[in-house]
């Protein structure tokens, strides 16, 4: 008899593991809570053309998603385009991509700048981050680039990205995000080149639904999972009201989310695996995307590191994909993570999209919001895991207590960050591992 499993999610990992199963075999029922296919990289309409709701680009180093792009025929649709870097600081946005550009950086001193870059290229070659674990990242930073850069640089970084959390993150992660970036250079070339498709990543999900459906998967939106009740060798799963068996079960939302799922199922809560799951820290995000007559900045990616700017991120997109492609109008995002008692969390998005607005209007000389064409505002629950310090021991397996019931999620890819690009090597692993206890 064919082995039917559902799969919980339809993001990158959702997408990917039932392409697997759905092509050896496999009867696979995608089931997505929201409107829309692609999870964090999912796409909307901006002026008629396809844009994400949260900024993505490829690295040269992302092997498993460019291999997977290979495999779907996708590769007259990925281009290789010159990337920027400004930090903005003290007013100003200072270009910040080279040893030039560091060694340029007016807000350090310049003993600092040497020091920090000695520290940086110490990180890039280092082949292991595993012997940093126990290591606060702001600690670690604090001592070994000094306290300026620490002020300067790091820590507004971290706040941004974590939040409240920011003290409690270890340094493997940190060293990860570096040495990731470092080694993503093409051999020989002295500037950065990021990977973008020309109809934006919306072709990779709708690339990977095609093959699903031609392997006979089904595809729902607007689906979901309510409830599981644990029947003799199967799943009875309850999807927005209907009830239906499968052998396997995939969940690839949030550790927070699954451990609520068990509590609302018929399922023995074992204690010890739901407090490993509520371990697990979360932060939500946020995104103004808007078009604009004019680019903002003269660099692709600007971290906004001024003590009191509301946003980690300002992304001037059409710094690298090119603006004829949106009409001639110049895309852009900012960016920001937040716990779920942050005003980001729980205010109007239209309360905090004029507040992030002003703030950029006095940092970016000209900027006037009344001339915004056109913008949307996305929030995003749980879309960043915090990465602190003894994070690694507490990282839930793949294969649940619960026979047939599997978990795949950004939390297991640790020292890595999420991205594109592990969200398709953890739907690949976990599709491989279904496969294998099928044998």
Request: hydrophobic share 40%; proline share 4%; with cysteine.
């Amino acid at each position: 008899m064919t082995k039917r499993v559902l799969v919980v999610g339809g993001g990158f990992t959702g997408l990917t593991a039932a392409h697997r199963l759905a092509a050896s075999g496999v009867t696979v029922v995608v089931a997505e809570k929201s409107e829309s296919l692609g999870g964090l990289a999912g796409g909307f309409s901006l002026g008629g053309h396809s844009l994400e709701k949260t900024y993505h680009h490829l690295f040269r180093s992302d092997r498993d998603i460019l291999d997977l792009c290979q495999e779907l025929a996708l590769g007259d649709q990925l281009e290789w385009l010159p990337s920027s870097i400004a930090v903005h600081r003290d007013g100003v946005f200072h270009p910040f991509a080279t040893p030039k550009d560091l060694l340029a950086f007016k807000p350090l001193p310049f003993l600092s700048r040497v020091r920090l870059g000695m520290v940086v290229a110490f990180l890039q070659r280092w082949r292991s981050g595993r012997s940093l674990e126990r290591s606060p990242a702001s600690q670690w930073m604090r001592k070994t680039c000094g306290l300026a850069a620490w002020q300067t640089l790091w820590q507004p970084l971290l706040r941004g990205k974590f939040s409240t959390h920011a003290e409690e993150v270890s340094m493997a992660w940190l060293w990860a995000r570096i040495h990731i970036r470092a080694n993503s250079r093409e051999a020989g070339s002295s500037g950065e080149k990021l990977g973008y498709f020309k109809s934006g990543f919306a072709c990779v999900t709708t690339a990977l639904e095609a093959r699903i459906r031609a392997n006979k998967g089904v595809l729902r939106t607007h689906t979901p999972l309510r409830r599981l009740i644990r029947a003799e060798n199967s799943w009875l799963a309850d999807l927005n009201g209907s009830v239906e068996e499968f052998d396997d079960v995939v969940f690839t939302g949030s550790c927070r989310a699954f451990a609520n799922l068990l509590l609302e199922s018929e399922v023995d809560t074992k204690a010890g695996y739901l407090d490993q799951l509520r371990s697990i820290k979360y932060l939500g995000a946020a995104c103004l995307v808007f078009t604009y007559p004019e680019p903002l900045t003269e660099a692709y990616w600007n971290n906004m590191n001024e003590p009191d700017c509301p946003f980690l991120v300002l992304l001037t997109h059409t710094r690298l994909a090119p603006c004829e492609r949106y009409g001639g109008r110049h895309v852009h995002y900012l960016g920001n993570y937040h716990t779920s008692e942050d005003t980001v969390a729980n205010a109007d998005s239209r309360a905090v999209s004029e507040a992030w607005l002003s703030w950029l209007a006095r940092a970016v000389k000209g900027f006037d919001p009344a001339r915004i064409e056109e913008s949307h505002f996305f929030r995003f629950r749980d879309a960043q895991h915090v990465a602190d310090v003894g994070y690694a021991s507490r990282i839930p397996p793949y294969q649940t207590p619960y026979p047939g019931l599997w978990l795949a999620n950004f939390a297991q890819i640790y020292p890595e960050d999420r991205g594109t690009n592990y969200a398709v090597r953890e739907g690949n692993r976990i599709a491989r591992l279904i496969l294998e206890t099928a044998r």
